[in-house]
């Protein structure tokens, strides 16, 4: 009896082994490094070109903690989803939810179908600019114009214009040529993230005293890190690594210390 406990014993200690033997095998391994794309355009707090912004800062934070080598690639944003889709890049930064992006990239998500707002990069608004006094208005439900809303290159909030019933170009980069554009009469607004246009007003003395901000805001968005479908297929337990460690840096000391430069407060 006492030899086959000891048969059974060994057997069983054989099969765990085994088990967790083929586990370990099957188990993913981390990737040699991750590539994500950001717009190659100034977006003050979140991106700078000539030293790092808000959203440059949080991935050298996280590239410590993940213990993967980041690498970051600066080009159009139309370019930089486009790349995302395709493959060619593992994942994009600061990118809002679209059902649109949705289709082709993984976001951090809750069980109900939403995006995880808790595992953002940051929040931000959208306010529309317009020329003073000019015939634009927003009550927070219905935008009345009659003239052409300009918008940045593949920004999500080109499609909510959209779906208002307004004419939208969204044929311009950056702020500062948008807001230009609207103190030319080109435009009879722009939506833009607050935060990037009140920093252009507040450094262009000749657009300033033309232009104007409607209150409320058009909509505020979380932004996210987000992954292409090819790579979350390879390195889902990444993506999901990323996340946690995005939502945990946020909310740290030493983050909001390193970025402090920039703003006043970290959402």
């Known amino acids: 009896m006492r030899t086959l406990k000891m048969l059974l014993s060994l057997a069983a200690l054989s099969g765990t082994?085994?088990?967790?033997?083929?586990?370990?095998?099957?188990?993913?391994?981390?990737?040699?490094?991750?590539?994500?794309?950001?717009?190659?355009?100034d977006a003050f707090p979140?991106?700078?070109k000539t030293k790092p912004g808000y959203s440059q800062i949080m991935i050298q934070h996280l590239e410590k903690q993940l213990g993967v080598p980041v690498k970051l690639v600066a080009m159009p944003w139309k370019q930089c989803l486009?790349?995302?889709?395709?493959g060619a890049v593992d994942g994009a930064m600061n990118a809002s939810f679209s059902k649109d992006r949705a289709e082709f990239a993984h976001y951090p998500m809750k069980m109900d179908g939403d995006a995880d707002a808790t595992k953002r990069m940051y929040r931000t608004s959208y306010a529309l600019y317009r020329a003073k006094g000019a015939a634009v208005s927003w009550d927070g439900q219905k935008l009345v114009t009659a003239g052409t809303v300009g918008a940045q290159t593949g920004f999500s909030i080109v499609n909510q214009l959209k779906e208002l019933?307004?004419?939208?170009?969204?044929?311009?980069?950056?702020?500062?040529?948008?807001?230009?554009?609207v103190a030319s009469g080109r435009y009879v607004a722009a939506a833009l993230q607050t935060t990037?246009?009140?920093?252009?007003?507040?450094?262009?003395?000749?657009?300033?005293?033309k232009l104007e901000?409607?209150?409320?805001?058009?909509?505020?968005?979380?932004?996210?890190?987000?992954?292409?479908?090819p790579f979350f297929a390879k390195h889902g337990q990444t993506a999901r690594d990323v996340w946690r460690i995005e939502a945990k840096i946020r909310e740290s000391a030493e983050f909001k210390t390193s970025v402090s430069h920039l703003m006043k407060s970290v959402d």
């Open 17 to 41: 082994f085994g088990l967790s033997g083929l586990a370990h095998a099957q188990a993913p391994a981390n990737p040699d490094k991750v590539s994500i794309c950001h717009e190659n355009e």
């Open 213 to 229: 901000r409607l209150n409320p805001a058009l909509v505020e968005k979380a932004y996210y890190t987000i992954f292409s479908k």
């Open 165 to 181: 019933g307004v004419k939208v170009e969204d044929s311009s980069p950056t702020a500062d040529e948008l807001l230009g554009r």
């Open 82 to 86: 486009a790349e995302l889709k395709s």
């Open 196 to 209: 990037e246009a009140e920093n252009t007003l507040a450094s262009n003395a000749a657009l300033g005293p």
């Open 46 to 48: 979140w991106l700078l």
